[in-house]
């Protein structure tokens, strides 16, 4: 056999196994999802076993909060007074020039509201888990490289050059 004729069977073989491989890749991530859902099944389950009514928490320990927009009156204001307890608590403090994007007046936009609900959440349940699995360690990761950056910019977009803004955003995110 040729150099040529070698070089061609060990591409056909790679070729070959890299589509063995993606068979493989599938087959893992399917059964992951089937592991997954067996596992909420499971955890579900002492619960009901031991004649507990269901407390509505997800087997992590998750408990959603109402959603601000499915309520009326007080309830709705308190809802977007956590929101902003978690702005003023969280968001401002830690997230530097991604949150001076945040102008005073984002309570009166309701895609910042709805951006900030998201956050709000998932923060809680991405740093407030009893332990850190590599799951969860990834799960930070996209957080802070790719979920709080579009949303800081998505409602810096929405806030920019509003009627009642007291400091409006500029386009580098810095306050004019």
């Not at 070959?16 to 859902?37: F, I, N, S, T």
């Not at 709705?76 to 001076?100: E, F, K, M, N």
């Not at 740093?127 to 998505?154: C, I, N």
């Amino acid at each position: 056999m040729t150099s040529d004729g070698r070089a061609d069977a060990a591409l056909l073989m790679l070729a070959e196994q890299a589509q063995q491989m993606g068979e493989l890749k599938a087959r893992l991530d399917a059964q992951a999802e089937q592991l997954a859902v067996l596992h909420v099944r499971a955890a579900g389950k002492p619960a009901q076993a031991a004649g507990r009514k269901d407390s509505g928490k997800a087997p992590d320990g998750y408990e959603p909060r109402p959603c601000w927009w499915t309520l009326e009156g007080a309830e709705r204001d308190a809802a977007i007074t956590r929101l902003a307890a978690w702005v003023d608590q969280v968001y401002r403090p830690c997230y530097g020039h991604l949150s001076a994007r945040l102008p005073d007046c984002w309570a009166e936009h309701p895609l910042a509201l709805f951006a900030l609900d998201w956050m709000a959440e998932l923060h809680s349940v991405l740093y407030r888990q009893p332990e850190r699995t590599r799951s969860a360690l990834a799960g930070q990761a996209e957080w802070q490289t790719r979920l709080v950056p579009a949303a800081a910019e998505q409602i810096a977009a929405e806030c920019r050059g509003c009627q009642h803004a007291r400091t409006p955003v500029a386009v580098n995110g810095a306050r004019r």
